[in-house]
């Protein structure tokens, strides 16, 4: 190894995600392998806190990110964690139907793995794309960064992360979960990530906007883990750890989903007042953008008890852990 | 193979459910019709003679839902690949939906529908004209000169008739000529999403569901619409236990409906959709198979609850007959994301294999499951089909031979259509047509089994 980058080793956890080659949802994690990637994740933020943030592990890596939807935030989440672990990161961007591209998913799919692309983190408006291109790579990796309403697992273990740094660990703990849970690929990840890790999820919002198998059927039979509904969410609030509002696309009220988002501010908004039947440790969580004065008041999303900004670089650590663990096997590498 | 042809057929299961007939025996053909049936019946000079040994001998099966995509779509199938499909499944007769581009909406698109099925073979391809011009629901389509040309029924299949009072006015119309309005029932402002029941699969993945409401509500309106006009309706594809009992009812009280299951509504549920063919339960991982785009269907795959009262529906009679909805697509039509795929499975040819999977699991008598393929389906359209059907002497000579405990795995490679669109690939089947024999002639030969063994 050469001494360009003066990097000390990353204190990593001796265990791995190998052979695992993908990354589609949290389903299919142990709570293990979630400890093995919020272990890492841990130690890729010391690297993030040193003036200099960059280690060579993942040097001669090639990531591609494939945004066919607009995201900003996840994008540079994802090329900023590949770059600070030396991999080589070229973004593209683009429609996810093909129609409008003249090109079809599988035939990008198939183009990218061919230019030896190590792993793609892709975005795709249709649940279900990453699978589709995960089926039909034979080398190159794949990594969901949000599908349609699916599900968004770096989304997700970032809020595992942030969970575990404040609450240790999360057995037995109450998550609420607050909104427009039908349309939320990360509360989707997050009901299975919460599961694993033993906590509790209690979801409330309209009950146009949570599938329906959950809000007519006992959960034990739902789809979203043994995740429960309480539409009232002053009752949901009771002795929670953790409440995380998700993001009200106003565009549901057009829609014919929502009487009005006055409506929806009254009833489902997270507030100081709701907040104060949490436990008083409770930590306000939001994936962002937040919709200041509709999902949450203004004064919690920058109150104490707020660890949206936290959330944010959690996610940086997370998606180099991801990388990491994805390229490497996990195997510790000194610089 | 020549017009004049004779086949006998000696020592098979014969199982005529026209005149209840339920015996091994043998069946002669001659001069495209049926010259004998018995025990004992001796091979005429020059006749090819097949052993039918372990065998069951029906009437052709009658499909009276297909999509041959021919014209405007010969990638996906043409008449002539179709009925090369449907005399592998063991259908000798074919009624192709009206959803072709253009539409089958006129005399002349019946007429060239009849010619492109005369130059295909001896399988017979029957029109379905559109019920609207152009399939586009505003005017009514010129239906007494498609049923003069030949339509045997009426439909905007692929799309509901659009709104009540067309329908209304094509089920009075069609009654006078004596002929059924078939209705895809769907309500599009209720289904927005497609391929996917709205239950806990559609939520599982992210994926908008198509809930039973949404065809049973066209369903219920289409009775009424029966009730009102004396009209013959017949629901295409029924996929719900909701659309059983409003079925049920209907024909309690006397109104004119009839109804179709298909073979993956009654063998297949939700779950398939999760690219998996056993149990699975919600907090399972999902499989890189999963959004498996081949289970993607219009009406989608229901419950297992769903499906077990189609079952009895059909045993019972409630559903009147079977029908494929055989709906061929291209590699690329379904080798995308689960939201861009098209709908509709591939199903002439794994038909039987599958449908006698209920018969081996003991849920239909053979018997019954050969009634709703055959006489069943002639007597819902009637008309042209009425003389279908049946193994009756003099009947016209539609026959096919198939051996009900031969195992095969279906291989799309391997299908005559260009649809190689079905979930079932890889599966194993069991059941498998041997010899068809459409208006006197061999229209599919499995095993050679007519080569060389005349008397």
Redesign the interface.
Known sequence: MTSQAPAEPIALPATTLAPRRHV??L??FSRTEIDIVLDTALAMREVLDRDIKKVPSLRGKVILTLFLEPSTRTRVSFEQAGKMLSADVINIAGSG??AEKGE???NTTLTLQAMHADLIVVR?P????P??M??HLSRTGIINAG?????HPTQALLDLMTMRRHLGSLDGKKVVIVGDLLHS?VA?SNVFGL?AMGARVVISGPPTLI????SR?SHS??????AAYEPDLDAAMDDADVVMALRLQTERQTAGMLPSVREYTRRWQVTEARMGRAKPSALVMHPGPVNEGIELSSSLAHGVASVIEEQVTNGVAIRMAILYQLLTGGELQTA | MTDSQQILIKGARVIDPADGTDEVGDVLVRDGVIAAKGRAVSAPDGALVVNGTGQVLAPGFIDLHAHLREPGREDRETVATGAAAAARGGFTTVCCMPNTEPAIDSAMMVEFIAAKAREAGPVRMLAIGAVTRGRAGKELAEMEEMASAGAVAFSDDGSPVATGHLMQMALTYASELGLPVIDHCEDHSITRGLGVH????A?????E?Y?SAGEESTMARDIALAELTGGHFHAAHVSTAGGVELVRQAKARGIRVTAEATPHHLTMSEEWVLGVHGAVA?????E????DTMAKVSPPLRTPADRAALIDALRDGTIDCIATDHAPHTF?DK??????AMVGISVLETALGSLMGLVHAGSLSLPTLVHRLTVAPAMVFGGALAALGSLAVGAPADIVLFDPDEEWAVDPAAFASKGRNTPLAGDRLKGRVTLTVAQGIIAFDAAGLTHGTSA
């Open positions: 589609l949802d389903d299919d139907s093909s079809s998913l599988l795709h249709q649940a279900g794309a699978y589709f995960a089926r599908d349609g309403r699916h599900a690929r989707r599961a599938p329906l198998d959950l059927t039979q739902g789809s979203l883990g043994g | 709205e239950g806990w699969v939520s599982r993945l992210g994926l569901g809930p919600p907090a399972n991982a999902l890189l198979s999963a959004y690329a080798t995308v994301p689960f939201d861009e």
